[in-house]
């Protein structure tokens, strides 16, 4: 059974990064598509990136492509997620969150499940 | 990418009483999307995927239905432990998109 385990909170200053982990227990890292979902309070939760189910690639969305780097260490089943350049808006809660991969209209996607418990990361001055 | 809008924002019921949450896409996406429930403190859980199949462990009186554009999730009678947030999530391309979620509070 997979597991996810986090680092813990966080908090930074507008213009610093962030780099928090995930240990993945249970299954091997690259037979895995771990992504990293964040959690604003009073909105819906927003896909940030991860690894592509297709090729194990990293896949961005678009609004965090060029601030957000997505890492994994397979010798210790950890993924990385470092996110630069924080605002006051990056203020939430991260999860990663492994992907159940099947197969889409046009390609992999799924959803996500099971979840790591979530590091909180603020953003103040 | 594809906008998916939730309804009612909240929902106040009763133990006992029927919930119905919507989920509207922004374009069909056939029948991939899940629900999901938020408690404070919590991750989410996942209850649904791909429409209407129960995730393990989530009981039967969480229902999903819809095809296209068009969803819901019923809770067919609210235990206590059932008062959350809940957030639809489609599958049908990437991005992967949430819904903004639909409070069930109790009345």
Redesign the interface.
């Known amino acids: 059974q997979v597991h996810l385990v986090q680092s813990g909170a966080e908090v930074r200053r507008p213009g610093a990064s962030v780099k928090v982990s995930c240990k993945v227990s249970g299954y091997s890292l690259t037979e895995m598509s771990v992504q990293w979902v964040r959690h604003a309070a009073g909105k819906g939760p927003e896909w940030m990136g991860g690894f592509d189910p297709d090729d194990h690639e990293t896949l961005y969305a678009q609004r965090f492509q060029g601030r957000l780097t997505v890492t994994e260490d397979t010798s210790t089943g950890t993924v990385y997620m470092e996110l630069r350049s924080l605002t006051f808006d990056d203020t939430a809660m991260y999860y990663c969150a492994s992907l159940e991969v099947v197969p889409a209209a046009v390609g992999l996607t799924g959803w996500f499940d099971p979840w790591g418990q979530g590091t909180q990361v603020t953003v103040s001055s | 990418e594809i906008v ?1 809008t ?1 309804s009612p924002a909240t929902l106040s019921l009763f133990p006992g009483e029927r919930a119905t949450l919507s989920c509207r896409a922004s374009q069909s996406v ?1 029948r ?1 999307l ?1 629900w ?1 429930q ?1 408690k404070p403190g919590q ?4 209850l649904i ?2 429409t209407f199949n129960r ?1 393990t462990g989530i009981p039967a009186r969480f229902s999903g239905g819809g095809f296209g554009t068009d969803f819901t999730l019923t809770i067919s009678s609210l235990e206590s432990e059932d008062f959350a947030i809940y ?1 639809c ?1 489609q ?11 639909t409070t069930v509070e109790i009345k």
């Open positions: 998916l939730q056939t991939y899940a999901y938020k991750a989410p859980r996942l995927h791909d995730a957030y999530q599958r049908y391309k990437w991005p992967l998109t949430f819904g903004g979620g």
